[in-house]
């Protein structure tokens, strides 16, 4: 038998974030979630887009499920799904998924962080008032992550860091960090390492960002030169920050699996404005119809699949495997969506500047670039697929990856 109480509750509950929406979300933002880039690849954000932002922080809601008692919206997972529904009616989109410190810092900080941690670091993230960076890649430490050398030393009343990071998106804009760190150089390759919450503002850390084909520069190179931090900078326990790091990991395949807020344009119109219609008002090309029309099963499938496991991880104390799998799905998708944009455009599919092409054509354009990193970031395909393997498939163990 239905719960007719918790229904009635979630409508009032609907009304209400209807009503907010309404009077917070700023009108020049509809539709426009592509904005998010902005937020992660740029300064703060000013005018309607910080607006919005700052208003997400102050009412919790950029973190919708997070305890109340940090800042967070403190909702319950319905209720989380109800204000989703309600900002896609609106045309709304969280700008502070774009960040790391919501996707990544933020939830393993309160799976791990202490209670003076968590009290320090998650009110600022939630309130989107600070920026953080992650610490993990190096020149000679990639997929291979555990060979990381960036050294950490304990002397008494803090720690000395040593050593670069490489792809650490946003790292120029950062004011914290949170870097793996090999705090014993005497153990074996997955132990000996720790999770550090390291301070950014600081004359022992320079960041170099690192200029890419798609125009935008979201990496840097980062240098530790006799970089300090305090000894409760320390994140879960000494020389277990592989276990913490991996949850991290968890944590961010779940934001990439496609379920942000915001919806894009449909493919279909795009093919419709620029290909045409035949005289059942379908887009003329047959074959691209055909594929436009696999592609948009294949999203479908995955949007579907992302709520299911939504559903099931309802007892789960957060990320788990499944973002692997959704994580490639969510790749597969954005990039074939990428493939098609650009047929669809034509020679207007070209441009990568100049007045013969439209905004939105050279956009089309550079994340269609960016959109190949999607395969390697957040940890390659191959070792999605070696993750699933071995942890959803039971297959055997042959190596060990993050």
Known sequence: MADSGGDLALEDFRAEARAWLEANFPPALKDKAGLMAAVMDGPEPDGDLGRWKAAMGAKGWGTPTWPAEY??????????????QEMARAGAFNPLTAGMGVTMIGPTILDYGTEEQKRTHIPPIVKGEVRWCVGYSEPNAGSDL?????????????????????????????QWCGALV???????????????????????????????????????????????APKDALLGQLNVGWT??????????????????GRPTPLEDIAKAYVGVDAAGRIADKDLRNRLTRHLMDARVHGQTLARAAAEAKGASGATNAASVLKNSATTVAQTRAELMLEIMGTQGLGWEGEAFRADEVDAVRSWLFGKAMSIYGGSAEIQNNIISKRILGLPDTTQSA
């Open 71 to 84: 800042g967070g919206g403190g909702l319950s997972g319905a209720q989380a799904r109800v204000l989703q």
């Open 146 to 174: 555990a060979s990381l050398q960036t050294r950490c030393e304990d002397k008494g009343d803090h720690w000395l860091i040593n050593g670069s990071k490489i792809w650490t998106s946003g790292a120029q804009y950062s």
């Open 182 to 228: 090999r705090t014993d150089p005497k153990a074996k390759k997955h132990e000996g390492i720790s999770f550090l919450l390291i301070d950014m503002r600081q004359p022992g850390i320079e960041t170099r960002p690192i200029k890419l084909i798609a125009g935008a520069s979201p990496f840097c190179e980062t240098f530790f030169t006799d970089a300090v």
């Open 244 to 261: 913490v790091g991996k949850r991290l990991l968890q944590h961010e395949r779940a934001s990439q699996t496609g379920g942000a807020m």
